[in-house]
């Protein structure tokens, strides 16, 4: 089950790659193969027992008795965590590639086959039991991004993937660092036996910590998302900000704390203090972004550092809630980079100065938008909500004053999603918006529904999330 | 005490026999060149080097064992090590050969070019399994002097006489350095042979400056080969100015015979040295981080730009060396050998649009190039993230097993720098994939297609062998590590 979850986007990009197919032809087969993933997730979700822990597992030797040091396995298995971030993995991509093929992007075969590649390395990399498959899963996700926003980006797209590039390669060769290190001194690549490590070395601990926050990011390594956001085909932004910012999450709460969790005691404060200062730094730039993709960008900061406060909380609570939460800005944030698209694609800016008035005649548009809206700010009955309560509660529980001043976080996302909206869908019609300015057409409702409808489920059966995620 | 055993030594022709194979072929060439007409000696050359190579890595394959033996005297030392590293050379010959297949220069001169890449992979075979200082110059003089005609051969390009002519000079410094550093060795010592200079430092003094100042020279001399910075100067316009084949061959075979060559002399004849030489190495593999890298930043032509990143990987590799374990030799073996793949791909590649477009290739040259030919485009991007060491490419469990290995010895500071040298190589490394899928590019129909299939071969083959040893590298770990157990014991 895992390793065909692994497999069907790979092999599906090498089908799309090779077969010199038409335009067309190249979409359906690489919105199949995505919707084909989809599927398998959901059934792994309904085969999911939620009283066992790891499931669905493989187990091989890859290479090893590196003179008796450590083994690399191909271990792979699928926890409460991993099943749901390979699902959102799977949604992010799907909803990714029908955006893609509805906008008509240049090169479909390289460009549909460098999506459904990064699917398959970020499935590895959530469903990865062994430290070096890992790490393999976690660089081959970059790959086919730095391509993706290097050759089909905006106009300062070369400088947008440098910045980035930089910056991810910092962390995840300083990561390569911290792996060999734990497999000489450890003797072992396994998660399972690795779990209870319990190791005390501060060095190797930030080797990984630094990948993982750079990646989530974490104030004040955020110095890429700006301009990476901003220069990136929009799918490929909303797949950054919603699924692959997870990535680092995940890496913190799969297998850093787990690792070095006495160490990660010791510098809880730096983490919390730090991710705080990230969480109203990013709220205030958002408020202030001029530019739709810029406030869900700055936004997209601070709601990760509200999951890091969530994670270095270090208790039950806290976990639970930075766990959901990922899930539900994972796709909240899809959602609105998405329908960011959908106006770029009518109006060609995403600048406050040139939209507005979008509501006017357009009811299906500006009820999506105030959707997505309704969800990023977290609204009581929300799914978010609920996840934001619980970090909430975590910070409360580690120290009172950290929840109080993470609650302003919350404050915030109202201020700046009400803009956000606004600035769209009220005002006065914009420059670039005229009356012939379409609302959004079946296709496009196909995108944008299902995920508003995730978030509608979610918000219904909230525990149906937790109790799987936790388990 | 110096014994001259000269009536006494026993000939083992096992030892020698892929040098005699490979040079028994190198005069057949000759003879074909006075007896064939032109256009049949070179389809037939072709043929004799390219199953040269076959038959010996067959005899090398057959006489591959574990326990490693003395030959003639204690002047060539045939263990797994020394096999592996002649496998490498054999293969990397193979491969060379199916790259110069077609190419415009090898026109009028493929029975000489074929004959001395045959004689230079003697010289190759022989310096890897050579346990005396005294085989070492005769061995590495031998090769040398083949590749510097080589690099020269196509005499119709000042490019390449002027990287044969720089060559040459660089390279006879170096040798003559080792030589002399082999002399003051000998002189303190009063031995040639590896064991032997171990044994008698032991006896002896190991802070004698005549020792350690030839030690010093050595490595210096070996550092030429090896392309390591300060000794590098040599390479760019080497790289650069050879036939596009023949830069194929040195990048993979000069720089394993080096590697194995630097690591067995010092690990077997100055053990008792290793704090001053692993220093020496740091230092030396530091350097070549800094230069190789820097520099290849900045080149727009593709072979100086790897002959550059070439200099870059010498830091890896004495990372390893430095290591001086068998993890670390064990690292080497895995690294050498997938670094041979990568390098004869890519090199394979430039030759390959070298062809097309009849000049040297630039990386602008490649713009869009994987929508025309998305084999060798796909290719190339593998060849490159192998290079930096990405996964899932072979280059990837290379640099780890390195990593592994420095972190072992302690010498993790090594391990990061290679880190930051990795980052900077990234730079450089993926503006070829980017320029290959630009979007925009439009690629004219290229015509003169004739010869292509055996280069592309030799760059198929070499992709798979990157991807393969990526998901499957446990056999070859496996040899690697008895080579290593095969030189350091245990």
Redesign the interface.
């Known amino acids: 089950m895992t390793v065909a979850l692994i497999l069907i986007p790979l092999a599906a990009a090498l089908i799309v ?2 077969l010199p197919l038409p335009r067309r032809s190249t979409e359906a087969l690489a919105l199949g193969a995505a919707l084909a993933e989809l599927a398998l997730g959901v059934v792994a979700l309904i085969r999911f027992d939620t009283t066992k822990g790891v499931q669905f597992a493989t187990d091989r ?7 008796s ?1 450590a083994d690399a396995r191909f271990s792979f298995g699928i926890s409460g965590l991993s099943l749901f971030m390979v699902l959102l993995t799977a949604l992010g991509v799907f909803s990714a590639i029908a955006t893609a093929a509805w906008i008509g992007r ?2 479909p075969r ?1 460009y549909f086959s460098l999506l459904l590649m990064l699917e398959g390395a970020l499935v590895l990399l959530f469903t990865a039991r062994d430290l ?1 498959l890992f ?2 899963g976690w ?2 996700m ?2 086919p991004l ?2 993706l926003i ?3 980006g905006g106009r300062e797209r070369r400088r947008a ?2 910045t980035f ?2 910056y991810t ?2 962390g995840s ?2 990561m ?2 911290g ?3 734990v ?2 001194t450890q003797g072992t690549f396994e998660l399972d036996a690795l779990q209870n490590a319990g190791i005390t070395d501060a060095g190797p601990f930030f080797l990984f910590a630094a990948a993982f926050c750079i990646k989530a990011p974490i104030f004040p390594l955020h110095g890429w998302l700006p301009l990476t956001y901003r220069e990136s085909p929009i799918e490929v932004t909303a797949l950054l900000s919603g699924v692959i910012s997870k990535a680092g999450a995940y890496g913190l709460l799969a297998w850093a704390l787990p690792l070095f969790k006495p160490v990660a005691e010791d510098y809880q404060w730096w983490f919390a203090g730090l991710a705080l200062a990230g969480l109203v730094y990013g709220s205030l730039v958002a408020f202030r972004a001029p530019d739709a993709r810029g406030v869900i960008a700055y936004s997209s900061l601070g709601q990760m550092n509200l999951i890091v406060i969530g994670i270095f909380a270090l208790n039950a609570d806290g976990f639970t809630g930075a766990t959901f939460q990922m899930v539900n800005h994972g796709v909240a944030s899809l959602a609105a980079f998405l329908l960011i698209g959908l106006v770029e694609l009518r109006t060609g800016t995403d600048l406050f100065r040139w939209l507005g008035g979008l509501a006017n005649r357009r009811a299906a548009l500006s009820t999506v938008f105030l959707f997505a809206t309704m969800f990023a700010l977290a609204v009581p009955g929300s799914s978010t909500f609920v996840s934001e309560l619980y970090i909430l509660l975590g910070a409360f529980r580690f120290e009172p004053w950290l929840g109080a001043a993470a609650a302003t976080g919350i404050v915030l996302a109202a201020m700046y999603m009400l803009r956000w909206y606004s600035g769209i869908a009220h005002e006065t019609e914009g420059e670039r918006v005229d009356p012939a300015t379409p609302d959004l057409r079946p296709y496009e409702l196909g995108i944008a529904v299902p995920l508003v409808l995730v978030l509608l489920a979610m918000s219904a059966w909230p525990s149906g999330v937790m109790e799987r995620i936790v388990s | 005490m110096i014994t001259l055993a000269a009536d006494t030594v026993p000939v083992s022709w096992s030892a020698i026999a892929p040098e005699i194979v490979l040079l028994g072929c190198a005069c057949a060439l000759l003879c074909i060149a006075v007896f064939m007409p032109r256009g049949l000696a070179r389809v037939a050359s072709a043929g004799v080097a390219a199953g040269g190579f076959v038959a010996a890595m067959v005899v090398s394959v057959t006489q591959y064992e574990d326990t490693a033996r003395y030959a003639f005297d204690h002047t060539l030392r045939i263990d797994s090590f020394g096999q592996a590293g002649r496998l490498v050379v054999f293969s990397a010959g193979l491969l060379a050969v199916l790259v110069a297949w077609g190419s415009p220069w090898l026109r009028d001169r493929a029975v000489e070019c074929f004959a001395l890449l045959l004689t230079a992979a003697a010289g190759m075979s022989l310096l890897v399994v050579a346990n005396s200082f005294v085989t070492v110059f005769v061995a590495l003089e031998l090769f040398s002097l083949c590749l510097y005609v080589l690099v020269a051969l196509d005499v119709d390009d000042l490019g390449s006489l002027e990287g044969g002519l720089k060559y040459l000079i660089v390279g006879a410094v170096g040798a003559a350095l080792l030589l002399y550093g082999s002399a003051l060795v000998y002189g303190a010592t009063g031995a040639f042979e590896f064991d032997r200079i171990a044994e008698a430092v032991r006896a002896g003094d190991n802070r004698d400056p005549l020792l350690l100042t030839g030690l010093g020279l050595i490595l210096v001399g070996l550092g030429f080969k090896a392309n390591a910075a300060p000794f590098h100067m040599w390479t760019p316009d080497a790289y650069q100015g050879a036939p596009t084949a023949v830069t194929t061959f040195m990048s993979a075979a000069t720089k394993a015979v080096a590697l194995v060559t630097t690591l067995r002399v010092l690990v077997v004849a100055f053990p008792e040295q290793s704090e001053l030489w692993t220093t020496l190495l740091a230092a030396l593999a530091i350097a070549s981080f800094v230069v190789g890298n820097l520099a290849a930043l900045r080149q727009t032509d593709v072979k100086r730009m790897l002959a550059y990143s070439t200099i870059g990987h010498t830091g890896f590799l004495f990372t390893a060396v430095a290591a001086k374990s068998v993890l670390g030799t064990q690292a080497l073996v895995y690294y050498l050998v997938v670094y041979a793949a990568t390098n004869i791909g890519a090199f394979g590649i430039v030759a390959v649009r070298e062809r097309e477009i009849g000049r040297p290739v630039q990386i602008d040259d490649f713009r869009g190039y994987a929508y025309r030919r998305p084999v060798l485009g796909v290719a190339m991007i593998v060849f490159m993230l192998s290079l930096a060491g990405i996964p899932p490419t072979a280059g990837f469990i290379g640099k780890l097993t390195i990593f592994s290995a420095a972190v072992d010895s302690d010498l993790t500071y090594l391990a990061v720098a290679g880190v930051v040298a990795t980052m900077v190589a990234l730079v450089y490394y993926l503006r070829v994939p980017f320029a290959m899928l630009d979007r925009e590019a439009r690629v004219p129909i290229v015509r003169n297609r004739t010869g292509m299939v055996p280069a592309s071969l030799a760059v198929a083959v070499s992709a798979l062998a990157v991807l393969v040893l990526f998901f499957i590298p446990g056999p070859l770990l496996d040899v690697a590590k008895t080579a290593g157990q095969s030189l350091l014991g245990g």
């Open positions: 790659a090779v030797l890859w290479f090893g008795d590196l003179v040091k240049a090169r390289a070096v790490y393999t660089e081959a970059m790959i730095y391509v290097g050759v089909w993937t440098f590039f930089v390669l910092v060769l300083l390569l660092v792996v060999a290190w497999g000489i």
